[in-house]
């Protein structure tokens, strides 16, 4: 649980000036286009390459963030001082880590800290006065593009703990690409960023022998969400019957067994199947697959989804990161019927609103309860109404002006 994302401290980074926020294991973030959602798991994803060994192009396309210029990343508004560095903190049960980064050279290092919380130990750090590792000066001169966090790591290869945020990333699936008629440039194990790699993260865990009966009793979650099949399996070897020769599909494909077809003729590919059964299979694979990171982001869960699925997939989605203790997940969405799967009232299900203020700025608020109050006091103060109506009402904002 060590390596559960806490909380985060973000400074200087695109939309957002100033912001400190706590994040439990579900984490749900609502509010409008443009209000710096996605800069906020962007932050989460340069803190994530900057882990693994460094800010760099390549790091945050593996993580799914945007490849802007990088003096996009540095804030910059009107009446506001604008800084020379963006500074970003993450905190987990266990340790500390910050670093500030100047966009105008690159992405150089110009401050880096990580310590022990228990201890408040610093492991290793850097500043302007030099760098140091375990308390000792370090004599020769640190790459500014590298993290000293990969320095630590090549002195202490048993230093995992911040594993869980260095394999983040933020997964936003493609229609086209999970019907297998577009490449997913990602190739990122074990689904893809985009779902280009769907069929054969399916095909691996029904092969894995050893866990193939406990794989098959995690996606029957899926066959309760899709009433119309009746098995789902991933295969290479394509029906000409079943693939029109005026597309060209990859090389493994999702056959759907349709229990209302005859049975002579009762098998669809990806191709043909409804959007919405793909976008279910790779939410649940990418909770459930044993190469997924603990730690991921999904852009617009609700995409392609109608409410009656979604309030259902997110009770899945709950169910599944309580079972696994290790798992964290932050979701966006612009579905209000999102929100009816998670409980204020528990303190690992968390809703923000995101929004500019009056200056632009990205400010993110928690939503719970008043402290000290029951769930039968807030439904009777809200009359009973479920947290999508809530939202629709203009009560917790998060919606344009003149739509409540």
């Known amino acids: 649980m060590s390596s559960i994302l806490k909380s985060i401290k973000i400074s200087g980074f695109k939309s ?3 912001e400190d926020i706590e994040f439990g294991r579900i984490n749900v973030f609502i509010g409008n286009n443009g209000a710096g959602k996605s800069n906020l798991l962007e932050s989460i994803a340069v803190a994530s390459a900057s882990i693994e060994g460094s800010v ?9 963030a945007r490849l802007s210029a990088p003096e996009i990343f540095r804030s910059s508004f009107k009446n506001k001082t604008r800084k020379a560095l963006f500074r970003i903190a993450i905190e987990t049960e266990s340790y500390l880590y910050s670093m500030g980064i100047s966009p105008k050279e690159g992405f150089a290092y110009h401050s880096e800290s990580l310590k022990e919380k228990k201890t408040e130990k610093q492991l290793a750090g850097r500043s302007n006065n030099g760098a140091r590792l375990d308390g000792i000066a370090v004599p020769a001169k640190i790459d500014r593009e590298s993290s000293i966090v990969s320095l630590y790591n090549t002195l202490h290869n048993e230093f995992n703990e911040l594993d869980g945020i260095k394999n983040f990333a933020i997964y936003s699936p493609s229609t086209p690409i999970l019907r297998g008629v577009s490449s997913d440039g990602s190739n990122k194990a074990p689904l893809g960023l985009y779902g280009g790699r769907l069929a054969e993260a399916l095909k691996e865990i029904l092969m894995n022998v050893d866990k193939r009966k406990r794989h098959i009793d995690e996606l029957r979650r ?14 290479s070897d394509i029906d000409e019957k079943l693939a029109s020769e005026h597309i060209s599909l990859g090389r493994s494909v999702l056959e759907y067994t349709d229990k209302y077809m005859k049975k002579n003729f009762n098998s669809l590919y990806a191709y043909d199947v409804s959007e919405g059964a793909l976008y279910i299979l790779f939410t649940l694979l990418l909770l459930i697959h044993e190469d997924s990171p603990d730690i991921v982001a999904i852009d617009n869960i609700d995409s392609a989804l109608n409410p009656g699925l979604i309030r259902t997939l997110m009770s899945q989605i709950v169910e599944i990161v309580e079972e696994k203790k290790q798992k964290q997940i932050f ?3 612009h579905n209000p019927i ?10 690992e299900h968390r809703l923000f609103v995101v929004e500019r203020d009056r200056e632009g700025l990205t400010k993110v608020r928690r939503i719970n309860p008043p402290s000290g109050t029951t769930k039968k006091e807030w439904e009777e103060k809200y009359f009973g109404m479920k947290l999508s109506e809530i939202w629709l009402s203009g009560a917790i904002g998060g919606i344009p002006h003149g739509f409540a």
């Open 331 to 333: 979701l966006t969405t």
């Open 16 to 18: 957002i000036l100033e």
């Open 338 to 347: 999102t929100l009816d799967g998670i409980d204020l009232f528990n303190d």
């Open 56 to 64: 760099d192009y390549e790091r945050l396309a593996r993580r799914g």
């Open 222 to 235: 899926f066959f309760k969400l899709m009433d119309w099949f009746q098995y789902i399996s991933s295969t």
